[in-house]
């Protein structure tokens, strides 16, 4: 029985992963950490984790995801996104660990006018982004056998995210407006937990870095997004959709997001739901 370290419980991804173990409890003894259980921005400390775990996976779910917080808080973002993705893939190197890390579209810089392929040339254009690309960076060059997932607009029931913001801000007002220049793929933290259980399994015995993209099916801006949460939540709020350039944010964000699928779906075999489909689950999720 394989024993996971999952680093970042308490985000989005990782509560979903705790969802879902157990339905793998038969394969998988799981160990949940945050930063108060494990700062793997301090080497020894992981090391000294997997060793008296004997832990044979990390899924390092941990980040710094605060995009417009990062402009300033450069430091930070770098000791979390990069600093830390080292130290957790030298560790697992140095104990033929594998590693699952997730990263996301924000290493592109979104001029593209076609789905993203794995291959395709990152060029991050905030802090966020430079600090994940330079993440993984780190993981390439650590010599550890990983599996290496971007993702992008992620939500789910936990946390803090656009759908949930979206319900509270049409529960408050009669008008809310968002960006409909900007095109991606919304993710629901669910479906992304399940492709990564499933990466662990189809991946743990492959030597080097495998990379996928992963999002839910199907692309769309974020004020369509905002609509069909108001729709399906029988919300009433008015969206009027804007220009990026009116709405003010520090961090510049790509204007393309979408990615191409083909690879993760082939090489490990899973179905993705379109994104309207778990948008309308969780949303009667919250509902309840």
């Known amino acids: 029985m394989n024993h996971i370290l999952i680093t970042g419980a ?3 991804l990782g509560n979903c992963l705790r969802d879902l173990a157990a339905e793998y409890q038969e394969k998988y003894t799981f160990f949940y950490t945050d930063v108060e259980e494990l700062d793997i921005t301090d080497a020894a400390a992981i090391e000294n984790f997997v060793t008296s775990h004997d832990i044979d996976v990390i899924i390092n779910a941990a980040a710094y995801t605060a995009v417009d917080r990062a402009e300033d808080d450069v430091e930070t973002a770098f000791k ?4 830390a993705v080292r130290n ?3 560790v697992a190197r140095k104990h033929h660990i594998y590693v699952v890390h997730i990263s996301t579209d924000y290493v592109f810089s979104g001029e593209a006018c076609h789905p993203y392929q794995e291959d395709t040339p990152i060029a991050p254009i905030s802090v966020y982004g430079k600090s994940k690309a330079e993440g993984e960076t780190a993981l390439f060059e650590s010599g550890c056998n990983a599996t290496l997932i971007r993702t992008s607009w992620l939500y789910s029931e936990y946390g803090h995210n656009f759908v949930k913001t979206m319900l ?3 529960s408050e007002r009669d008008l809310v407006t968002v960006v409909s220049d900007q095109i ?5 933290a669910g479906d992304l937990a399940e492709a990564v259980l499933r990466a662990v399994e189809a991946n743990i015995n492959r030597e080097g870095v ?3 993209h992963f999002a839910n ?5 974020w004020y369509d997004f905002a609509e069909a ?4 939540s029988g919300n009433k709020c008015h969206v009027k959709p804007i220009f990026t350039g009116e709405y003010p944010a520090k961090a510049p964000r790509p204007a393309y997001s979408v990615f191409n699928l083909s690879k993760i779906k082939q090489e490990l075999s899973i179905e993705i739901p379109y994104w309207r489909k778990s948008l309308e689950l969780i949303i009667n999720r919250l509902q309840r």
Do not use: H
């Not at 991606?184 to 629901?188: A, D, I, L, Q, R």
């Not at 099916?217 to 801006?221: Q, R």
């Not at 949460?229 to 399906?232: A, H, Q, S, T, V």
């Open 88 to 90: 957790v893939a030298e």
């Open 217 to 221: 099916e199907g692309c769309i801006s």
């Open 229 to 232: 949460i108001m729709e399906l």
């Open 168 to 170: 509270k801000l049409g």
């Open 10 to 12: 308490k985000g989005q």
């Open 210 to 212: 495998q990379v996928y």
């Open 80 to 83: 979390l996104n990069r600093d």
């Open 184 to 188: 991606g793929g919304p993710t629901y």
